[in-house]
């Protein structure tokens, strides 16, 4: 399961899992799960035209996602009906696989862009992974404050000085590099099972931020690990693993919540 | 006269007939109950159940038999599942349902390419594959788009006061869980054929878009519904003549029907939008 062959994925699925703990944190305080849905939707098109074009696949995705940020922010300024976004989205998707069906390689790289290719990760991807997986938690625990208070308390952050809409375009194309990191290894119709589902259940198991967001990439870590090891142990696709388990992390928490007798209020004896 | 080599060799064709049938029946039964949909604000759980009902397509891959049976199977399951759900916990919805459908349909489309070979499953369930489609598909789309309208306008006076406004029809008597129940099974019914028509990530553009765009037209509700089914078939019709015509333009290879209809539908409804303004 360790051999050498094997090392770049545990890396980079390791740099994936930080990268993705850390910004759901972000996106599940910020209630940007939309977000965290749309990005690496936008990315998956920039995936397919590198794959076109003979392109590194990172830098399509990271343009593409990036791209999907002015989107969003363009669909929330103009205040357009969901219809228009949902649109919008699946037409970037049909976009993808038009250009994956002209690049002649349709039905593999379609099963790997949607769900991920965890194994195919090769020595070259380290380099870009590594960047982008120890900018994304820099810029964001760097950020941690403000980017909780424009969030929780948006009164409270302007008295500060912090400008929401610059913090919120910021945020966006945080999420969309982490997108972008995420989507080769994940998938990028799971990439929010992965972002979300730690995120949330950190979010409910603990109180304090700063712990909820340990326990959030502590989770995402647990998360690709199993989901690698699994994978290699049965030689089912990892993505499987990912969606079920980011589900599990869902629904665990809450099930745990309520089955404990809730705690008696002295007052009220 | 037309040109009977372009259209003759286009309209003569089996495959091409069982499309534009395949594509008809979605694009009705789709624009009526998207109506519908965008009405009651329902778009989500009709994404939702279209990323739930993959996994049934790619199980009918792995069984061998007509991909509408396994994408309404587990439609029915997802609609089930929306059901028992409260207001204000779709994250949470969006959460296990995306995961475990997505994570299951990953499964069975590599069984379903590693156990019986089917080449590209991921493209057909996911992206739709009209021209790929079973041959007695087309019929079955019919019938099963003629069931789901029979059974709209048994619910029809309900459903329609229920999605105005539901005080008023619990006032009246109507029995709104069980209308939005059926409504569930038709959302289910809905996707299943778009999904066969163009794949089920892509199936939200064939459901939301010609309703959306028909509703920038008129507010009337029969009005919106037939001119959500015009809109619906002219996309999908079009979109396959597009592809068709497009096996000239990049030798040998075809460009995918789901791309222009997607696009068409996209097309649309920006008019749509662009002239009420």
Same mark, same amino acid.
């Given at each position: 399961?360790?051999?050498?062959?094997?090392?770049?994925?545990?890396?980079?699925?390791?740099?994936?899992?930080?990268?993705?703990?850390?910004?759901?944190?972000?996106?599940?305080?910020?209630?940007?799960?939309?977000?965290?849905?749309?990005?690496?939707?936008?990315?998956?098109?920039?995936?397919?035209?590198?794959?076109?074009?003979?392109?590194?696949?990172?830098?399509?995705?990271?343009?593409?996602?990036?791209?999907?940020?002015?989107?969003?922010?363009?669909?929330?300024?103009?205040?357009?009906?969901?219809?228009?976004?949902?649109?919008?989205?699946?037409?970037?998707?049909?976009?993808?696989?038009?250009?994956?069906?002209?690049?002649?390689?349709?039905?593999?790289?379609?099963?790997?862009?949607?769900?991920?290719?965890?194994?195919?990760?090769?020595?070259?991807?380290?380099?870009?992974?590594?960047?982008?997986?120890?900018?994304?938690?820099?810029?964001?625990?760097?950020?941690?404050?403000?980017?909780?208070?424009?969030?929780?308390?948006?009164?409270?952050?302007?008295?500060?000085?912090?400008?929401?809409?610059?913090?919120?375009?910021?945020?966006?194309?945080? &999420? /969309? =590099?982490?997108? !972008? *990191? @995420? #989507?080769?290894?994940?998938?990028?119709? $799971?990439?929010? %099972?992965?972002? +979300?589902?730690?995120?949330?259940?950190?979010?409910?198991?603990?109180?304090?931020?700063?712990?909820? &967001? /340990? =326990?959030?990439? !502590? *989770? @995402? #870590?647990?998360?690709?690990?199993?989901? $690698?090891?699994? %994978?290699?142990? +049965?030689?089912?696709?990892?993505?499987?693993?990912?969606?079920?388990?980011?589900?599990?992390?869902? &629904? /665990?928490?809450?099930?745990?919540?309520?089955?404990?007798?809730?705690?008696?209020?002295?007052?009220?004896? | 006269?037309?040109?009977?080599?372009?259209?003759?060799?286009?309209?003569?064709?089996?495959?091409?007939?069982?499309?534009?049938?395949?594509?008809?029946?979605?694009?009705?039964?789709?624009?009526?109950?998207?109506?519908?949909?965008?009405?009651?604000?329902?778009?989500?759980?009709?994404?939702?159940?279209?990323?739930?009902?993959?996994?049934?397509?790619?199980?009918?891959?792995?069984?061998?038999?007509?991909?509408?049976?396994?994408?309404?199977?587990?439609?029915?399951?997802?609609?089930?599942?929306?059901?028992?759900?409260?207001?204000?916990?779709?994250?949470?919805?969006?959460?296990?349902?995306?995961?475990?459908?997505?994570?299951?349909?990953?499964?069975?489309?590599?069984?379903?390419?590693?156990?019986?070979?089917?080449?590209?499953?991921?493209?057909?369930?996911?992206?739709?594959?009209?021209?790929?489609?079973?041959?007695?598909?087309?019929?079955?789309?019919?019938?099963?788009?003629?069931?789901?309208?029979?059974?709209?306008?048994?619910?029809?006076?309900?459903?329609?006061?229920?999605?105005?406004?539901?005080?008023?029809?619990?006032?009246?008597?109507?029995?709104?869980?069980?209308?939005?129940?059926?409504?569930?099974?038709?959302?289910?019914?809905?996707?299943?054929?778009?999904?066969?028509?163009?794949?089920?990530?892509?199936?939200?553009?064939?459901?939301?878009?010609?309703?959306?765009?028909?509703?920038?037209?008129?507010?009337?509700?029969?009005?919106?519904?037939?001119?959500?089914?015009?809109?619906?078939?002219?996309?999908?019709?079009?979109?396959?003549?597009?592809?068709?015509?497009?096996?000239?333009?990049?030798?040998?290879?075809?460009?995918?029907?789901?791309?222009?209809?997607?696009?068409?539908?996209?097309?649309?409804?920006?008019?749509?939008?662009?002239?009420?303004?």
């Amino acid at each position: 399961m360790f051999a050498p062959y094997l090392l770049n994925a545990w890396v980079v699925a390791s740099l994936v899992a930080v990268a993705s703990g850390c910004a759901g944190f972000f996106v599940v305080c910020r209630r940007e799960s939309f977000a965290a849905h749309a990005l690496p939707m936008a990315a998956f098109p920039g995936a397919a035209a590198a794959a076109l074009f003979g392109l590194g696949q990172v830098y399509g995705l990271v343009v593409a996602a990036l791209g999907g940020v002015a989107l969003l922010l363009w669909l929330k300024r103009g205040q357009r009906s969901d219809a228009a976004t949902a649109l919008l989205l699946v037409a970037l998707l049909a976009l993808g696989s038009l250009f994956l069906s002209l690049s002649g390689r349709y039905a593999d790289s379609v099963y790997a862009l949607l769900f991920g290719q965890i194994f195919a990760v090769g020595p070259g991807d380290v380099l870009p992974a590594l960047v982008l997986g120890l900018a994304v938690p820099a810029v964001l625990l760097s950020g941690f404050r403000p980017l909780l208070l424009s969030a929780l308390s948006p009164d409270l952050a302007m008295v500060r000085g912090i400008g929401c809409t610059r913090i919120e375009i910021l945020f966006l194309s945080v &999420l /969309a =590099l982490a997108a !972008a *990191l @995420a #989507l080769p290894v994940t998938g990028a119709l $799971l990439v929010f %099972s992965l972002m +979300t589902g730690p995120a949330s259940a950190a979010c409910i198991m603990v109180r304090s931020p700063r712990a909820a &967001l /340990a =326990l959030s990439v !502590a *989770l @995402a #870590l647990a998360l690709i690990w199993q989901a $690698l090891a699994l %994978s290699y142990l +049965t030689s089912w696709p990892a993505g499987f693993f990912t969606g079920v388990l980011a589900a599990l992390l869902y &629904l /665990a928490p809450r099930i745990w919540r309520t089955a404990r007798p809730a705690p008696r209020s002295p007052g009220l004896a | 006269m037309f040109d009977s080599l372009m259209f003759g060799g286009f309209l003569a064709s089996t495959v091409v007939q069982n499309a534009l049938l395949i594509g008809a029946a979605a694009a009705v039964l789709s624009g009526i109950v998207g109506v519908f949909t965008v009405l009651r604000g329902q778009s989500f759980a009709g994404h939702a159940l279209a990323d739930v009902s993959s996994a049934g397509g790619a199980l009918s891959l792995l069984l061998g038999i007509n991909p509408m049976l396994g994408f309404f199977g587990l439609g029915l399951l997802g609609a089930l599942g929306l059901t028992g759900r409260r207001r204000g916990d779709g994250d949470l919805a969006a959460g296990i349902l995306l995961g475990t459908g997505l994570g299951l349909t990953a499964l069975l489309l590599h069984f379903a390419v590693t156990m019986r070979g089917v080449a590209g499953a991921a493209v057909s369930v996911m992206f739709g594959s009209l021209f790929a489609a079973p041959p007695g598909a087309g019929v079955l789309a019919f019938f099963a788009a003629l069931a789901g309208i029979l059974l709209l306008a048994l619910i029809y006076k309900p459903l329609l006061l229920a999605s105005l406004d539901s005080e008023l029809a619990s006032v009246r008597g109507a029995n709104i869980r069980l209308v939005a129940g059926v409504f569930l099974v038709l959302l289910a019914l809905a996707v299943t054929l778009s999904a066969m028509a163009v794949g089920a990530i892509l199936s939200t553009a064939l459901l939301i878009g010609p309703a959306a765009a028909a509703l920038r037209v008129s507010r009337r509700p029969w009005v919106a519904m037939l001119l959500a089914a015009l809109f619906g078939v002219a996309c999908c019709w079009g979109g396959v003549a597009l592809a068709y015509a497009s096996y000239d333009w990049t030798p040998g290879r075809v460009w995918p029907v789901s791309f222009f209809i997607t696009s068409l539908v996209l097309l649309v409804y920006a008019a749509a939008s662009w002239r009420r303004q």
